[in-house]
């Protein structure tokens, strides 16, 4: 386990040199991740699909594990929040993205959001909004 949050780590950092801080950032995009579970890559790609780096994470080739996204969804999840001053601090414009993606590149999850005054850590932003809301208009209207 500590071997992999240290490829993470190296991951998330190998970002961070590709986007170093600036004052004044000019990137515009959102980091889009992509995980294979039968080669154990650990890549990461721009808006336009370029790839901007990749590890292999050696616990991750072959895994058959039925909660296997879910546990790298965590442990990334865990591995960026332990980097949150690295990942602020990416020479990209707020706010942007740590997206999650299936290898056929549809999103699935929202890892972080990285913005000046929010940063969003799960799926939900705020729980029973929705449904606070649509009580909210049955009761306004009659």
Same mark, same amino acid.
């Given at each position: 386990? @500590? %071997?992999?949050? /240290? /490829?993470?780590?190296?991951?998330?950092?190998?970002?961070? %040199?590709?986007?170093?801080?600036? *004052? @004044?950032?000019?990137?515009?995009?959102?980091?889009? !991740?992509? !995980?294979? %579970?039968?080669? =154990?890559?650990? $890549?990461?790609?721009?808006?336009? =699909?370029? &790839?901007?780096?990749?590890?292999?994470?050696?616990?991750?080739?072959?895994?058959?594990?039925?909660?296997?996204?879910?546990? !790298?969804?965590?442990?990334?999840?865990?591995?960026?929040?332990?980097?949150?001053?690295?990942? +602020?601090?990416?020479?990209? $414009?707020?706010?942007?993205?740590? !997206?999650? &993606?299936?290898?056929?590149?549809?999103?699935?999850?929202?890892?972080?959001?990285? +913005?000046? *005054?929010?940063?969003?850590?799960?799926?939900?932003?705020?729980?029973?909004?929705? &449904?606070?809301?649509?009580?909210?208009?049955?009761?306004?209207?009659?």
């Amino acid at each position: 386990m @500590e %071997q992999t949050k /240290q /490829q993470i780590e190296r991951f998330l950092k190998k970002i961070a %040199q590709k986007f170093p801080a600036t *004052d @004044e950032p000019t990137t515009m995009t959102d980091i889009h !991740v992509r !995980v294979s %579970q039968s080669s =154990g890559d650990l $890549m990461a790609f721009d808006d336009e =699909g370029n &790839e901007i780096t990749r590890c292999v994470v050696e616990k991750w080739i072959d895994n058959t594990e039925d909660n296997f996204n879910e546990n !790298v969804t965590a442990l990334l999840r865990s591995e960026t929040l332990a980097l949150k001053d690295i990942v +602020d601090n990416w020479g990209i $414009m707020k706010p942007f993205s740590l !997206v999650l &993606e299936e290898e056929d590149e549809d999103a699935t999850t929202e890892l972080y959001l990285a +913005d000046d *005054d929010t940063i969003i850590l799960s799926d939900e932003l705020l729980p029973g909004l929705e &449904e606070d809301l649509d009580e909210f208009i049955k009761n306004l209207i009659p």
